[in-house]
């Protein structure tokens, strides 16, 4: 199976590119989804959160109050580290279970989108890794209409991961969001069916490998 990372920063439009490459037929493991999970009622992370951040961070009926804990986070470095060396190796362990599962259906393409890829190292799980990008203007703008914040409040949430540019120079393939969500699609299709023929490529080689072992010296 051929496995592909997307990552991305915040409001560079992410999702809708994993929205397509779900479309065109890979099989998503999607990190916010199992993150989702993991802080929703009787989520495995609650103890550890409450334990680590306290009632603040929690409403009356004992649910996560993610607003006041993603303040903590994008403000704080030390909370941030802190929130990922809790939440990261469950989140792992679902991601494992969720390549496995892919490559019981047999999907071709498996695709990692992870908005923390690269800090949480999880590139050592991946064939090749795509990179959704976005000028830093137009991610400002981005967040500020979708999440109803200030501009220090985007610049924030920005300044909390990986810079952009970054991200970027170390993918394999940039996807360019700043156009309309047609030329965005156009990039996408074309880059995945490249992503097929390695990933037929792949298992033509691990086939032979299986039929033809090499022999033993």
Request: proline share 4%; hydrophobic share 40%.
């Amino acid at each position: 199976m051929h496995v592909i990372g997307l990552t991305g920063s915040i409001g560079s439009g992410k999702s809708h590119v994993s929205s397509v490459l779900a479309s065109l037929g890979a099989y998503i493991v999607d990190g916010d989804q199992i993150s989702h999970e993991l802080t929703a009622p009787h989520g495995k992370a609650l103890p550890a959160i409450r334990q680590v951040f306290g009632e603040d961070v929690f409403f009356p009926d004992g649910t996560l109050n993610r607003k006041a804990l993603g303040n903590l986070v994008f403000a704080s470095d030390h909370a941030r580290l802190q929130l990922n060396s809790l939440i990261q190796p469950m989140i792992l362990k679902e991601i494992q279970n969720e390549m496995s599962l892919a490559e019981a259906e047999g999907r071709k393409v498996c695709v990692l989108d992870m908005p923390l890829l690269f800090e949480e190292h999880l590139d050592r799980l991946c064939d090749r890794v795509w990179c959704v990008y976005l000028p830093e203007n137009l991610q400002i703008q981005r967040i500020m209409e979708r999440d109803r914040c200030t501009q220090s409040e985007a610049i924030s949430r920005i300044r909390s991961q990986m810079d952009a540019t970054e991200k970027a120079a170390r993918a394999d393939v940039v996807i360019d969001t700043s156009g309309s969500f047609e030329e965005t699609n156009h990039q996408v299709s074309g880059h995945y069916q490249y992503e097929l023929a390695l990933s037929v490529r792949k298992g033509d080689a691990e086939h032979a490998g299986t039929s033809c072992p090499a022999p033993s010296l």
